[in-house]
């Protein structure tokens, strides 16, 4: 409330309460024998009000002028508040007006017939109605006391029987009272609270009488119109209801008198008495009515054009403040809202908005950290699904790609992240295979009684030199979505081709290796026995065939010896060794090729020794620097490099050192890059292709990770490879690094 609405009321209450003062004054004074009094001093009361009525009229003016400004510039809130002050001011004056007319014709009839005598015996008459009604009513609660106690049961229900019979007598309270009026039961509003016992008198009446009653509280006419008087009836207990007990018990019965009939009584009475004595001073009495009802009529009239304008205000205050709430509101601001401080609904409905404006702050502050937490968990899900080997592919009910990872696209090595929203079979690579797993697909089906989810193995070729293996996980979602993933098994197939291979080859060594002796030393032993024997064409014949024979025989040596390694290769024996000594070693057998340029060594300084075994790493060093070797003899600028490293973690903590071969030739074909590491897939018209194939298992002895990439033009991945590199990672350091003084440094 502003400081001009608390001044308005200030001004309203303290015109009322002069004008009520006023008026019981000279109402007081009219009783008296001073009669000379209201003209004594008429005219100073006159100036009294004429001064309040200026004060009003002041206030008034001030806040219908404020009011006009409010409605000039067009405030909101002004015409509503401006239509209440009119609807009050209205409310306010037309029935005072209306009231005063009337008032002063009946003022003015009416003060002699105030003092009939009709009016003496209608007095009297009510004092006894209001004696006898006190009367009937003390007589009817000692008649259903004793009604109630004679049918009174004494037991464990004792409580419950006192409450249900204040019910039934509507009574303030019942007591349960012992032989001396100690209460042992009560019932009542506050069960807590013990009534007051009832005097010795009653008791003994109650025990000669059966039951007794009065009534009290009316000494006090103040308490008595405020609810304080009552009814006391107590009544006997008879012998037959007492259980537990043979002493005297009493049920009291305490009835409120209600306080309109006490006011009633007490106001017939007032009223006979002034009655009595204005009959003695009508003199006068007419011109102090008339004049205080006009003086009061004037005050009233004001203080209602006041209250309009206050009231109003006050009605239109906290639609003010909701108004400007619901602007805040509208524009995004839910800070906290100010509240009218007042009980009525007005207040609680500021209370109720800036609750609600607490609850909307509170929710966005809730969907903000839900939208934060999923949008955390979507982007959690994403790193995952985008750091996954795997391939994900997710599609909709109409068989749409929904979303890819790159896993997918790296595995399938076609841009499938461009093809979001559009059929799997819109890549042509993906046409059969696309229909492959929406057949399987539909076999899982629940009407075919299928589970929720398949898997199967299919064979993808890509390009015309790329073939890939591929294990293919289908799983139903939700809203008809289907869920494929699926991962590159090539490498595992590879791997048990070269299981296999490894068993046809332990085979084939046992099964070739012991007839190819007798079958040489048998050709040879014809040679001895039969060139001597034959002359011209037959020997020539004879000796070429033989020499045939074992050249061949010395080849398939040669191949079920190769076999026999790669199947029956011996278990690493694992020591400190260092690296650097071991390329060192293995690179002066190719002193020629060192001197010629083609082969340079770039070694780490103070590498760290590993766990490994010497000779196999020989033969896989070797092995790898024979291919480059064998991959750059046809270029006159060919060059192999053999180089180690050290690598690190994110904190730059050693955690494995790299063997790496790498050659500027033509690199690996497609075909055989996915397939290096498998026995007998080699490009070289004399190769066994088990080169590699002992050199993966010999990394795979040591723990060792094998990579073989090609290397590509710097921002021209399409174009042909302008070389090879192997690297081998071995991740089980024995020491701390330790120097290599034998070994070669960078050329």
Request: glycine share 6%; aromatic share 6%.
């Amino acid at each position: 409330m502003t400081k001009a609405a608390r001044l308005a009321w200030l001004v309203s209450v303290t015109a009322i309460a002069g004008a009520s003062g006023m008026l019981a004054f000279l109402l007081s004074i009219s009783t008296t024998a001073q009669r000379g009094f209201l003209e004594r001093h008429y005219l100073w009361l006159f100036w009294v009000n004429v001064a309040v009525a200026t004060a009003l009229i002041i206030v008034i003016g001030v806040a219908g002028t404020r009011l006009a400004l409010r409605v000039k510039r067009g405030r909101f809130g002004s015409r509503l508040l401006l239509k209440l002050a009119f609807i009050f001011a209205f409310v306010g004056v037309v029935p005072g007006l209306l009231i005063y007319t009337v008032s002063y014709q009946f003022v003015n009839r009416s003060i002699e017939s105030l003092f009939d005598q009709r009016l003496a015996s209608a007095l009297e008459a009510g004092l006894a109605l209001g004696q006898d009604t006190l009367d009937n009513a003390r007589s009817e609660l000692s008649a259903r006391t004793r009604s109630a106690a004679e049918r009174w049961e004494d037991g464990a229900l004792a409580p419950l029987a006192l409450e249900r019979l204040r019910d039934q007598l509507s009574a303030r309270s019942v007591a349960l009272l012992g032989g001396n009026g100690q209460v042992l039961l009560t019932a009542g509003p506050d069960n807590d609270s013990i009534p007051e016992r009832p005097t010795a008198s009653m008791l003994s009446q109650a025990r000669s009488n059966g039951v007794s009653s009065r009534l009290e509280g009316l000494e006090d006419e103040q308490k008595a119109v405020q609810g304080e008087a009552r009814i006391r009836a107590v009544a006997l207990l008879p012998s037959s209801a007492l259980q537990l007990t043979n002493s005297d018990r009493y049920l009291m019965v305490v009835r409120t008198i209600s306080g309109k009939v006490v006011s009633n009584a007490l106001n017939v009475q007032a009223a006979n008495q002034e009655y009595l004595q204005r009959s003695l001073l009508r003199d006068g009495l007419r011109q102090m009515y008339l004049g205080t009802l006009t003086l009061v009529l004037i005050l009233a009239v004001f203080a209602a054009l006041l209250l309009a304008v206050a009231l109003s205000n006050q009605l239109v205050q906290p639609l003010l403040l909701l108004a400007e709430g619901m602007r805040e509101v509208a524009t995004g601001d839910l800070k906290a809202k100010p509240v009218f401080r007042s009980r009525d609904e007005l207040g609680g409905l500021t209370r109720s908005f800036a609750d609600m404006t607490e609850q909307l702050a509170d929710a966005r502050a809730q969907v903000d950290l839900s939208v934060a937490q999923v949008e955390s968990a979507r982007t959690h899900l994403q790193t995952i699904l985008d750091n996954l080997t795997a391939g994900v592919m997710v599609f909709g009910a109409d068989r749409r790609i929904e979303s890819v990872n790159p896993g997918a696209t790296r595995i399938l090595r076609l841009p499938l992240s461009a093809y979001v929203g559009r059929h799997l079979d819109e890549l042509e690579p993906l046409q059969e295979f696309a229909k492959s797993i929406w057949q399987r697909f539909e076999l899982q089906s629940p009407e075919a009684g299928e589970r929720d989810h398949w898997q199967d193995s299919f064979e993808l070729r890509l390009t015309e030199e790329i073939t890939v293996t591929l294990l293919v996980r289908g799983a139903a979602l939700p809203h008809d979505a289907r869920l494929l993933v699926f991962d590159d098994i090539t490498e595992v197939v590879s791997a048990q081709r070269s299981a296999a291979w490894s068993e046809v080859a332990r085979r084939l060594a046992h099964e070739i290796k012991n007839p190819l002796t007798p079958i040489q030393l048998s050709a040879e032993r014809l040679q001895f026995k039969l060139e001597s024997k034959l002359e011209g064409a037959d020997q020539a014949m004879l000796v070429r065939s033989v020499g045939t024979i074992v050249n061949q025989v010395q080849s398939m040596k040669q191949l079920v010896n190769e076999f026999r390694d790669y199947a029956r290769l011996p278990a690493a024996k694992l020591a400190p060794l260092d690296v650097n000594a071991l390329v060192a070693e293995v690179l002066t057998l190719y002193a020629e090729a060192q001197e010629a340029g083609r082969l340079v060594a770039d070694l780490a300084q103070d590498p760290p020794l590993i766990l490994g075994d010497a000779p196999q790493l020989r033969q896989v060093i070797h092995n790898l620097v024979q291919n480059a070797l064998d991959a750059v003899s046809e270029r006159p600028d060919g060059r192999v490099t053999v180089r180690t490293q050290k690598a690190t973690n994110e904190m730059g903590e050693l955690r494995a050192l790299r063997l790496v071969i790498l050659d500027n030739g033509p690199g690996f074909a497609e075909k055989v890059l996915n397939r290096a590491f498998e026995p007998y897939v080699t490009t070289k018209s004399k190769g066994t292709g088990l080169g590699l194939a002992v050199v993966k298992k010999i990394a795979d002895e040591h723990g060792a990770r094998i990579r073989l990439v090609n290397l590509q033009p710097a921002g021209h991945p399409e174009q042909a490879p302008i070389g090879a590199q192997v690297s081998l990672s071995f991740s089980k350091l024995a020491t701390a690094p330790s120097p290599a003084p034998d070994a070669p440094r960078p050329a």
